[in-house]
């Protein structure tokens, strides 16, 4: 439960909201770099906490993330015209470079300077892995650029996809951290589907399916242990880490690619699912490539054309009633980023927890919003640098290992959960 | 193949589905929120925090102002004498012994709160004689330092555990968990 006041505080990220501004103190992913292929291509309208931007990549190949409306009139740059080094309004020809300064106003003399005088806010747009990362804050306090192991291993190693989820970012966000309810909602994918089927860790998911849960603070944010019963007396521990404000990853299985996600407001009532799968040692296989494509493990199938799920609200997510009779789904809902999206969607566009009953296995929960209520306090009353801007805690990855029954998980762990170049990821 | 593949079927996309006042589409709007029935649809839970250690005790310390009328906060008391293997001292705000057998009863949950490796005589007992009773447990371990002989101490004892260097994490699970 938390009061209106808090749920407030952590689900409000539009311009001049507190968990706003501690938003716009990371770099975000903003748009799949393959949303602007070319130099000129056409360019991108982009809603990130609130603000209407368009992106754009221009003649010499910069990228562009600007106010999307010409301060002329308010028309759309969407409509504009990106050519010869800038995105230029179709209405009266004004033109843009790629930080949002006005360098043409065909109606005025050129020695007037008067486009000097106009300037729309521009944000930063670097390529870094398959995306184009973004910071939306004080150009003077901008950190150092993004370090997540996913999107700097090389390209055949990763791949990146996202989705439009129709909630709060942060409902979206808790289902990350909520390890409880995968034995439940995704029972029947671990054994279909073709990103987790065939781990041996998968027999421990499978054999005790009432974990106990341990929550380990950790500078960037939490570590999230479910462990199971395993051999010899043993426990089977799977790892999630969450770092500060929104990136979580899944604890591996087997070989399989690792994967995770980035919770990122569009605004209030909507965010984007970033999803990515990524070896630390080695390239995808086209099978594994394929699967993602195909809308498998996180990942998920779209509406052609669009970003949007083709299970979506609008067709009741494609409920399959025979699927859940015969077992294959534990909700009816194909796909495990579905499963999630679908409920996670049903709780409303940003949930009421006020009403809400949690329970003592939803402290991974409990802890994060914690973390996430003292940091954007922090940020307003001092000032004070929120965790996970630092390199080092963006440095992680999850775990699955069966260690004896005493060991600390973290500290048994510890060189597990760092990311290490070269070596690949531990996992049963 | 493995032997846990089965074969699986994708969705064959449909567009003929109508939407319906109750389809997801009407049904997850922020006007239709307002038609959730508004109800206290869960009993009050009734909570035991006990402070396993003096530095636990101090933290409690802390944030017994903030009324949690469904709550009860209890300490271990420095002397236990030898009634009982299933038996534990505990000590109310007001100073008052209370057995834990005694506390037990009608309680929901029971949050053990430990800074140190200090109460684990205590930890083993309240452990065992709610899991016994089909009493929740859960743990807050609060030290910057490393907890590793605390985890031993209180893992076997509690269905959750959090380890944490703030203790403002107890306030929170508190309020969170309704205790």
């Known amino acids: 439960m938390l009061t209106k006041e808090v749920n407030d505080l952590l689900t409000q990220t539009t311009p001049g909201t507190p968990m ?47 106010d999307e409306f010409c301060a002329h009139r308010g028309v759309s740059l969407w409509f504009g015209r990106n050519e010869e080094g800038g995105l230029r309004c179709p209405y009266h020809g004004w033109k843009y470079d790629h930080t949002g300064q006005c360098i043409d106003v065909p109606s ?70 909520d390890s409880s309810h995968v034995s439940f909602l995704h029972s029947g994918s671990l054994k279909t589907d073709p990103l987790f089927r065939g781990a041996a860790g998968n027999k421990y998911n499978q054999q005790d399916r009432k974990p106990v849960f341990e929550v380990v603070d950790a500078p960037g944010g939490l570590f999230i242990g479910a462990r199971r019963n395993a051999e010899d007396g043993q426990y089977y521990w799977r790892i999630t880490p969450w770092v500060m404000p929104s990136f979580t990853m899944v604890p591996p299985r087997g070989d399989h690619p690792m994967h995770g996600h980035f919770w990122i407001p569009i605004d209030d009532e909507n965010c984007w699912a970033w999803s990515f799968d990524y070896h630390p040692t080695r390239a995808l296989s086209a099978e594994e490539r394929q699967s993602m494509i195909d809308g498998y493990g996180v990942h998920n199938q779209y509406v052609p054309g669009t970003f949007r799920p083709l299970q979506n609200k609008d067709n009741d997510y494609l409920m399959d009633r025979e699927a859940q009779r015969r077992g294959e789904t534990y909700s009816g809902v194909w796909g495990i980023a579905m499963q999630d999206a679908s409920l996670q969607e049903s709780m409303g566009p940003i949930v009421d927890r006020t009403k809400e009953n949690l329970v003592s296995t939803d402290n991974g929960i409990i802890m994060a919003r914690n973390r996430l209520r003292r940091a954007v306090q922090a940020l307003v009353k001092s000032g004070a640098t929120p965790p996970g801007i630092d390199p080092a805690h963006q440095k992680v990855r999850s775990v699955a290992a069966v260690l004896p029954a005493d060991a600390p998980f973290v500290e048994a762990c510890r060189e597990d959960l760092t990311v290490r170049p070269g070596v690949k990821q531990t996992s049963v | 193949m493995h032997d846990d593949d089965t074969p699986f079927r994708t969705p064959v996309p449909t567009f003929d589905r109508p939407t319906l006042l109750s389809s997801c589409a009407q049904a997850t709007t922020a006007e239709e929120a307002r038609f959730r029935v508004q109800y206290p649809n869960a009993a009050p839970r009734s909570s035991r925090i006990v402070a396993l250690d003096d530095g636990a005790a101090r933290m409690m310390d802390d944030i017994i102002a903030e009324p949690r009328p469904a709550a009860h906060f209890l300490k271990v008391a420095p002397r236990q004498p030898d009634i009982s293997p299933n038996e534990v001292v505990l000590l109310r705000l007001d100073g008052d012994e209370a057995l834990l057998s005694t506390e037990l009863a009608g309680a929901d949950v029971v949050v053990l709160i430990a800074t140190s490796a200090q109460g684990r005589r205590a930890a083993e007992i309240i452990g065992r004689v709610a899991r016994a009773a089909s009493v929740t447990t859960a743990g807050l371990i609060v030290t910057a330092d490393a907890a590793d002989d605390v985890v031993r101490m209180m893992r076997p004892v509690t269905g959750v555990l959090v380890v944490s260097p703030d203790a403002d994490h107890l306030a929170a699970m508190l309020s969170a968990l309704r205790a």
């Not at chain 1, 982009?46 to 209407?52: A, C, Q």
């Not at chain 1, 996913?150 to 990350?176: D, H, I, Y």
């Open chain 1, 20 to 66: 706003g501004s501690m938003f716009r103190k990371y770099w975000i992913p903003a748009l799949l770099a393959s949303e602007l292929p070319a130099n000129d291509s056409a360019p991108v309208r982009v809603k990130l906490l609130g603000e209407r931007l368009v992106a754009f990549r221009d003649s010499e190949g910069r990228y562009g993330l600007i």
């Open chain 1, 108 to 177: 005025e003399a050129a020695e007037s300077g008067f486009c000097q005088k106009i300037k729309l806010t521009g944000y930063p747009l670097v390529k870094i892995g398959d995306i184009l990362w973004t910071h939306m804050g004080d150009k003077a306090e901008r950190p150092p650029l993004p370090v997540w192991e996913f999107c700097t291993v090389p390209e055949e190693q990763t791949f990146t996809s996202k989705r439009w989820q129709e909630c709060n970012w942060l409902q979206a966000m808790e289902g990350g951290i």
